[in-house]
């Protein structure tokens, strides 16, 4: 690598605690194969406080600290202290089990700057139908003890074939609660979703209703509630600039210690990426073959490496190339230049029946699932 296309540092750091959780949602990003990692795999506190310390000297300036649950740690309070005593902006993604008042004031002390609530719908039926656990009322409390305590609130609703007639509705949840941000984030098809896809990807019908309700009620919040709508790219020409490009601002660390380009990338196949138990964080950013094999575009197709547009995707998702086309260094399938953009196609006519597009029990999150699906 040379000086001119050296990358910048991580500016984001996400710390990926744990892959417990007492949730079991049926679109859980995390990988499909999360059971292989136990909780004596993850990384200790001293561990985890030696990676905060070397991003931020690397010029880490933001700091997640997510799951699985993050609160299943008990170290979590330590480790915020920490982030918030190099100077991090920090970041709690959660799904409200394990937020009791006691632990909310200690966070609080510690200096946790911004807290994220999922909800998974509007209605407590569907809620715990799709987290597979009755967690609503909970969650509803949390959220009080989140306004208590003086944080800004994100609350957050993956949105898909089952819930997206709910959006007026949580909408109205989210003004009721207090939030003063709103993440309507479509499901992208990855891990768990894509085992579910048929079930869960909306109808392009549902998809304009929901754009316009929500736009209406932009119109009538204003300021008092931000609200992000992030399309699927299933329903795009174009594909997303992944992680803002491969290497470039994003650093993931997983419960066991695997750094990774985003919280995917371990599927990849003939790809091996450090551990932070035996490679600082430095050299796993500038100087592994993991972080450094898509970065550039000498890893391209001629379809992208010939292409006006690849400054503006650079080329798309890696693990949706491979999901999708089976090969990462192919264009991104969502692309309509891709040769195997026919599956996106096909998956999205599927979606424009009506009802139920499959009679298929959704497969639920969770170990013993985990363990079937990769032994
Ligand atoms: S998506 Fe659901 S199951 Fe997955 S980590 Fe978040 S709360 Fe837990
Ligand atoms: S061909 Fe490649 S670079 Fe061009 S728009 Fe499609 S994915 Fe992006």
């Given at each position: 690598m040379t000086a001119t296309d050296?990358?910048?540092?991580?500016?984001?750091?996400?710390?990926?605690?744990?892959?417990?959780?007492?949730?079991?949602?049926?679109?859980?990003?995390?990988?499909?194969?999360?059971?292989?990692?136990?909780?004596?795999?993850?990384?200790?506190?001293?561990?985890?406080?030696?990676?905060?310390?070397?991003?931020?000297?690397?010029?880490?300036?933001?700091?997640?600290?997510?799951?699985?649950?993050?609160?299943?740690?008990?170290?979590?309070?330590?480790?915020v202290a920490e982030?918030?005593?190099?100077?991090?902006?920090?970041?709690?993604?959660?799904?409200?089990?394990?937020?009791?008042?006691?632990?909310?004031?200690?966070?609080?002390?510690?200096?946790?700057?911004?807290?994220?609530?999922s909800f998974q719908d509007t209605t407590?039926?569907?809620?715990?139908?799709?987290?597979?656990?009755?967690?609503?009322?909970?969650?509803?409390?949390?959220?009080?003890?989140?306004?208590?305590?003086?944080?800004?609130?994100?609350?957050?609703?993956?949105?898909?074939?089952l819930n997206i007639d709910h959006i007026g509705q949580i909408i109205e949840m989210a003004v009721a609660l207090g939030a003063e941000y709103l993440e309507l984030a479509n499901n992208q098809y990855y891990s768990w979703a894509l085992l579910n896809r048929d079930q869960l990807l909306p109808s392009r019908e549902q998809l304009e209703r929901a754009e316009r309700i929500t736009n209406e009620y932009r119109a009538k919040l204003g300021d008092k509630l931000r609200i992000f709508f992030v399309v699927p790219d299933y329903y795009e020409t174009r594909p997303k600039k992944c992680m803002n490009g491969w290497g470039n601002v994003f650093l993931t660390v997983t419960p066991d210690g695997t750094a990774l380009p985003c919280h995917t990338a371990k599927m990849l196949p003939g790809l091996s990426f450090p551990n932070v138990r035996e490679t600082s964080v430095g050299e796993i950013w500038y100087d592994s073959e993991g972080f450094n094999r898509y970065r550039g575009d000498g890893w391209m197709s001629d379809t992208c490496k010939t292409c006006p547009d690849k400054e503006k995707d650079l080329g798309g998702c890696r693990c949706q190339a491979f999901m999708l086309a089976g090969d990462a260094a192919a264009p991104d399938p969502v692309c309509d230049k891709s040769p195997a953009h026919q599956v996106v196609l096909d998956a999205v006519a599927r979606a424009q029946r009506p009802g139920a597009v499959s009679t298929a029990p959704l497969v639920f999150r969770d170990p013993k699932a985990s363990r079937q699906i990769a032994p």
């Open positions: 050296r990358p910048g540092p991580p500016l984001w750091l996400l710390a990926e605690l744990t892959y417990r959780c007492p949730l079991h949602c049926a679109f859980c990003y995390n990988p499909v194969d999360f059971a292989r990692t136990s909780a004596d795999d993850e990384l200790d506190t001293e561990a985890w406080l030696r990676v905060l310390n070397e991003a931020r000297v690397l010029g880490s300036v933001q700091c997640g600290f997510s799951g699985g649950e993050p609160l299943v740690r008990d170290d979590l309070e330590v480790l982030a918030h005593r190099l100077g991090y902006y920090t970041n709690l993604l959660t799904s409200g089990v394990g937020l009791t008042e006691d632990r909310a004031e200690a966070l609080k002390r510690a200096g946790l700057d911004h807290i994220q609530l407590k039926e569907l809620n715990d139908f799709l987290s597979h656990t009755r967690t609503f009322d909970l969650k509803q409390k949390v959220a009080h003890t989140i306004k208590a305590n003086g944080w800004p609130m994100v609350m957050n609703c993956v949105i898909h074939r």
